[in-house]
């Protein structure tokens, strides 16, 4: 199962939305597991039809980062979303 991450390199180390995909799992269900866990994300085509056509894709989930995110919150995210992965396996 292969994660994809959608950003540019411009600026990588200053990155407050991250899109990305998780193969073979649609969007809205990794949404719907991360908010079980209090982890608000958006899923679907952010009003970016056009790019999402660009990149050959219908949907993503993107996450949001702010100067309020302390660097547990984001390990926090990082677990779950693991945990996620591992959940929607297939074996």
Request: charged share 25%; proline share 2%.
């Amino acid at each position: 199962m292969e994660n994809l991450i959608y950003h540019t390199k411009k600026n990588e180390k200053f990155i407050g939305v991250l899109s990305f995909n998780v193969e073979g799992v649609h969007p809205h269900d990794i949404a719907e597991f991360l908010d079980k866990f209090g982890i608000a994300v958006r899923s679907g085509h952010h009003c970016a039809q056009p790019l999402m056509a660009r990149l050959k894709m219908q949907n993503s989930v993107r996450i949001s980062f702010y100067l309020y995110n302390t660097d547990e919150e984001i390990m926090f995210f990082v677990d779950v979303l693991k945990k996620a992965v591992k959940t929607f396996a297939v074996v």
